[in-house]
């Protein structure tokens, strides 16, 4: 089941009832506030209109300046429901009549919320808008009141009253300050609040339970059938098929999601019989390549075995033919008797020469034997410059005779490497001996050895001077009787071969870097123990090639 924070239905019915919340939020928002206004307009009407009854009601009192009824006209409409305070003051801001007994005769704060508008400016303004006239504030038992100040102008007959109290020069006598409390007005208003909410939030809540229900059935049943499907489809089961029901977006997306289906599952069928068609012709190939792989797996053993023989044939022949030519000269001498000393001498050399060639066919035999059969390693701890020290020795009379110089860079304190001496030093003077007989006309035979710690081997590196070895023959250098020594007696091509076995067999490695014209690099890799497998059995290694 996907998150719900995923689901389509879930995020479009979000944003559907916050939209409606919203907007109804900002129309009731909007709403209410023009009802207060407009009650407030009526509430300021209200108190203009008695503002203006009471001044009509006390002018003709006050043009008798009939102080005493004037001040009953103010009290009795004073103490009607919903007037909080009305007060007359003169210009100067002395109170001269008000339902409070308490402040008449006091004077009033010019710069007061009630005088501001009028004295704001160094001449006090006769003529006031009807906002201005107004102020709201809060009374000393919280009701908010509206106050409204109403200038008495000088008319002209109170010019010529017979009290003669004022002069035709003033234009404002005084005001009149009218307060309405707005207690009953705001409770009015809170009652219309909570009304508006419960009918805001009650319409919300409807138009959301039924915009949810329309999503759900329209939007989040028919997309979970396709995601359904689609789920199928994917797991193979082409066989699911979606409701098809009404003519919107979605019954068309369905039609279309059958038909890819059941276009997939002939699809799918003609695949799965051109696999098996392609698994049968395969299997057919297969058993061909494999007939005919056994064929040359059998021809190039026979091929191998052939050079091998021929190879074999050729180094035992010579030294046989010898055998047998001075072995019948031995036998014809013996007829002849060995009376003398240059006989007898002579008879002596051609043993010393059948010696010889009797060796060089054990040698010839000994090298395969050691190649088809390693002899099982006898690892000690041994010193690795000391077995190199040993064979540059057995070579240094060879380097002096080719006038080759040696450049000797042997590390110091290399730990000792758990070997047998005797195989790594064979293996190593193969290698030298290739070295030197590559520098035939002289040159530089440089040879180093060291330890790499992280990889616990230690590592000699031979580098020659010498022509270098083809890239074309560098691959088939660890083969067995691979030779590149044209020359008759040379070798056999069997060194690199049993060199690659016994440093394998160390579980160890050679690799090789060549450069035509500028020489070839060896490196021997041994590690500081050999694996104990090979201790074990003594397993030969597999040269690279040999096969």
């Excluded at 023009?34 to 008695?50: K, T, V, Y």
């Excluded at 028919?222 to 994917?234: K, Q, S, W, Y």
């Excluded at 068609?277 to 297969?286: A, G, I, N, S």
Aim: net charge neutral; with cysteine; hydrophobic share 40%.
């Amino acid at each position: 089941m996907p998150r719900l924070t995923h689901s389509l239905a879930i995020k479009l019915t979000a944003c559907v009832v916050g939209g409606m919340a919203l907007l109804f939020g900002l129309y009731g928002y909007w709403n209410l506030r023009l009802w207060r206004q407009s009650q407030q307009e009526i509430i300021f009407q209200d108190a203009d209109r008695i503002s203006d009854t009471v001044r009509r009601s006390i002018r003709y009192s006050m043009l008798r300046n009939q102080r005493e009824e004037v001040f009953h006209i103010i009290n009795t409409i004073g103490h009607e429901n919903g007037i909080s305070r009305i007060r007359i003051f003169s210009k100067e801001g002395q109170i001269s009549f008000s339902t409070d007994e308490k402040e008449v005769g006091q004077f009033v704060d010019k710069k007061a919320e009630a005088c501001y508008a009028c004295h704001a400016q160094a001449q006090p303004l006769t003529r006031l808008d009807r906002p201005d006239r107004m102020r709201i504030y809060t009374a000393r038992d919280g009701t908010r009141v509206l106050g409204l100040i109403r200038p008495i102008e000088n008319e002209a007959d109170c010019s010529n009253a017979a009290c003669h109290a004022h002069s035709g020069g003033s234009q404002v006598l005084g005001v009149l300050d009218t307060n309405v409390s707005l207690a009953a007005a705001d409770l009015t208003v809170a009652q219309h609040q909570g009304q508006l909410v419960i009918f805001t939030a009650a319409a919300i809540l409807i138009v959301s339970l039924f915009s949810t229900w329309l999503i759900w059935m329209t939007v989040h049943k028919p997309v979970r059938r396709l995601t359904e499907g689609t789920r199928h489809v994917a797991q193979g089961d082409l066989d699911y098929l979606l409701p098809e029901t009404g003519r919107d977006e979605i019954s068309s997306l369905a039609v279309s999601f059958n038909h890819m289906t059941q276009e997939l599952k002939k699809a799918r069928a003609e695949n799965l019989q051109w696999t098996q068609t392609l698994e049968d012709r395969v299997q057919q190939k297969t058993g061909e390549l494999e007939r005919a792989y056994r064929s040359l797996m059998q021809s190039e053993k026979m091929a191998s075995l052939g050079r091998l023989a021929a190879v074999v044939a050729h180094e035992i022949n010579n030294p046989l033919a010898g055998i047998l030519t001075y072995s019948k000269l031995l036998s014809r001498m013996a007829d002849k008797g060995f009376s003398e000393n240059q006989r007898l001498s002579e008879a002596k050399s051609y043993l010393h020469i059948i010696e010889g060639e009797s060796r060089r066919c054990g040698g010839i035999v000994k090298n395969l034997l050691t190649f088809a059969r390693q002899t099982p390693i006898n690892p000690q701890k041994n010193d690795l410059n000391e077995i190199v020290e040993r064979c540059l020795l057995l070579v240094g009379h060879q380097m002096t005779l080719q006038n080759i110089e040696l450049e000797k860079r042997l590390e110091l304190h290399l730990p000792p490497l758990y070997c047998d001496a005797g195989q790594v030093q064979q293996a190593l003077l193969v290698i030298l001996m290739n070295a030197v007989e590559a520098m035939l006309q002289g040159g530089r035979l440089s040879v180093e050895s060291a330890y790499d710690p992280a990889r616990r081997l230690g590592r000699v590196v031979v580098t020659d001077e010498g022509p270098g070895i083809p890239s074309g023959v560098l691959s088939h250098i660890f083969e067995p009787f691979f030779s590149t020594k044209s020359e008759e007696g040379r070798g056999t091509g069997l060194g690199l071969a049993i060199a690659l076995g016994i440093v394998q067999q160390h579980g160890g490695n050679i690799e090789v870097v060549s450069t035509p014209q500028k020489g070839t690099a060896f490196t021997v890799l041994l590690p500081e123990e050999p694996p104990l497998s090979s201790v074990a059995t003594g397993a030969p290694g597999s040269p690279a090639g040999a096969a």
